[in-house]
């Protein structure tokens, strides 16, 4: 608990203190994007491929550019509730923000892994055929058949499992952005076992 707390309060500093000063910037150099990156990754692992640490921070790389901005916008206007990623994001230009989302999108990190693979096999029928009888659309009517997006909609293919599970389970608390209208009902008709397993498939995804 201490370890994360750290690495969440070093990245605050940085991104405050290396952001501010970049923030009316209308086009970042490749340098100053890697450097934002870095601190990116102090949070969101290796590659931005996620981490395991107090509570679960998503997987960044691969993610669809568009979903990027949105979501940090979300933050940056209050619409999605953290504290942290205000700090971080409201720093950022336009400019730099489309710099970190296009960068992000080009990483190909190897999914973290250490899911259960006892359930991935009825997520992946869920994630492909979705839940007639609960109303439940397939996932990949608007993540991909591959689960690596579509522009708003973002990429699940190699998201951390216990991040996964907890969105899912906790959707309506936290979420604000516009797509959260159409993941509510779907995240309300799925049971914990549901949720696990297709939690557990696109951990697997790469």
Not at 72 to 97: C, D, W, Y
Request: with cysteine; charged share 15%; hydrophobic share 40%.
């Amino acid at each position: 608990m201490k370890s994360i707390g750290l690495r969440l309060v070093f990245a605050i500093l940085a991104a405050c203190a290396a952001g501010g000063a970049r923030a009316n910037e209308a086009d970042p150099s490749s340098k100053d994007v890697q450097a934002k990156l870095q601190y990116c990754n102090v949070c969101h692992g290796v590659s931005a491929q996620g981490f395991l640490g107090y509570y679960p921070i998503p997987r960044l790389a691969g993610q669809q550019v568009a979903y990027i901005e949105n979501q940090l916008k979300g933050f940056v206007e209050q619409k999605r509730t953290s504290n942290i990623m205000f700090n971080v994001g409201h720093v950022l230009s336009p400019a730099m923000i489309t710099g970190l989302a296009t960068r992000l999108h080009d990483l190909n990190a190897k999914p973290l892994g250490g899911a259960p693979k006892e359930p991935v096999a009825q997520g992946k029928k869920i994630y492909e055929e979705g839940i007639p009888g609960a109303n439940v659309l397939a996932c990949a009517s608007c993540h991909g058949q591959d689960a690596k997006g579509n522009g708003q909609f973002p990429r699940l293919a190699g998201q951390l499992y216990a991040y996964v599970s907890l969105q899912l389970t906790n959707w309506s608390k936290e979420r604000g952005e516009t797509l959260s209208n159409v993941m509510a009902p779907i995240a309300r008709n799925l049971s914990d076992e549901q949720i696990k397993a297709v939690a557990a498939y696109l951990s697997y995804l790469e």
